[in-house]
Each structure stands twice: as C-alpha cells, then as structure tokens.
C-alpha cells in the first residue's frame, strides 16, 4: 500500500509540474510575446549579450545554465535535476506547440497594465508550481533556490530582484515602455510564486524548499524559445 502511495504522489508531483509548465508556455507565448513585453533572467542576459557583443543566445543561455545545474546536482541533489529537466523539456515542447497551432491571440497593446498583470499572475503560479513540487524551470530559477537559501530571503523576492536588475540592463535593447512594464509583471510574479509555493504549508518559501543533505550526492525557460523569439 506504502508503493502504491508513494507511486500516486509521484505520479500528482509530475502532472502538477508538467502542467505548470504548460501555464508557463501559454503565458509566455500568448501574453509576454504576443504582446512585446520583455525577459529578465538568464535569457534576458542571453539577449543583452547578442545586442552588446553579437553571441547566439541559445549559446550563451546554455552556458549559464550548465554550471548552476552542475552545482545543484551537488546540493539538491539528481532528483531534482532530473525534475528540472522534465520541467525544461516539457516546457519547450509545450512552447513549440502552442506557437505552431494555437490559433489564439491575445492583444492587449493597447492595455499592457492588464498585459503585465496576466503576465504576472500566471507565471508566477506556474513557476510556483513547478518549484512547489520538486523542480526548476531555468538555471536562473535555481540560482533563485540557492540565494533564497544562502541569504534567508522569499524566493519570490530574489526572482524580483534578479529579473528587475537584468530589465534594468535590457534598458540597452528594449523600449522603455516595454520594459517597465515586465517589471511590474515580474513584481506580481513574484509575490504570487512567494503565496503558490507556501499556500497550506504553513511555511514562508525558503523553508519549504527541502535543505540539503549534509552528504555531497544530495539541481528549467528551457525559456529558451520564447525568450529568444523578442
């Protein structure tokens, strides 16, 4: 009996982030992308790289994401990475598919307060979800794991932080309207992964998130597609 509830909660972990990241593809395409807003991140550095020294973003984002992976490999050990992963290749799937057959279009041009409010709302439960339940999205929401540990802060408010100071520096390619905008939406996504991850937990976000195993074998955007498509 002990298996079989072990297998079912398996089984619940794997569709709530694999639907989590299927939010996350549908907000990103048909509210961020559709509607020009911009990226914070690692992709968001990806972009301010191609714009300033000319490098592949599907290059540098890679390079970013490996060494954040690798070390989360040490302290979160496989399972996590191996959530992550799903979590990264589920995402890019789920991308793939609602930019070649979704017939939907969401403008909201003419009102991006609402744009970045949607925005917001739901990435942050989708991003909430996917971490709530074992995994990351990106090297950059791992690196929002392991701050939020390190320093005792939300990991919705590092993402804030993170994400706002790379919007800040995209200020070099991106319109400023655009941008500030997806700064507020990065605010609101903050605060609702902060409540997503700790609802019913009785627990702030950065104690919810497991501590790691004193023993070293105790790690997705990925975002790329999207992201890269600004």
């Known amino acids: 009996m002990r298996k079989k509830d072990h297998l079912i909660s398996k089984f619940s972990s794997i569709a709530m982030m694999l639907f989590g990241t299927f939010l996350l593809a549908f907000a990103y395409y048909h509210i961020n992308f559709q509607n020009h807003l911009s990226e914070g991140g690692f992709v968001g550095l990806s972009l301010l790289g191609k714009y300033v020294l000319g490098i592949n973003p599907a290059l540098s984002t890679l390079l970013l994401d490996i060494p954040v992976i690798l070390i989360a490999m040490f302290l979160k050990g496989r399972k996590f990475v191996m959530h992550t992963l799903l979590a990264t290749l589920s995402f890019s799937i789920f991308y793939e598919l609602i930019e070649r057959y979704s017939v939907l279009v ?3 041009h003419d009102n991006l307060l609402l744009a970045a409010l949607l925005s917001g709302l739901v990435t942050g439960i989708a991003t909430g ?4 339940f074992g995994g990351a999205t990106g090297g950059d929401d791992i690196l929002s794991l392991l701050i939020s540990r390190w320093s005792g802060l ?3 408010t590092v993402f804030i932080l993170l994400d706002a100071a790379v919007l800040l520096l995209s200020l070099f390619y991106m319109p400023l309207k ?9 605010g ?3 605060q609702t992964i902060t409540f997503t991850v700790s609802f019913r937990k009785g627990k702030t976000v950065d104690t919810a998130v497991p501590e790691p195993a004193i023993s070293p074998k105790n790690a997705t955007k990925p975002v790329h597609a999207v992201r890269s498509a600004h």
């Open 106 to 108: 969401i403008d909201l």
């Open 129 to 132: 979800l996917v971490l709530r």
């Open 154 to 156: 939300k990991v919705g």
């Open 178 to 186: 655009e941008t500030l905008f997806t700064i507020l939406a990065v």
């Open 188 to 190: 609101i996504a903050g």
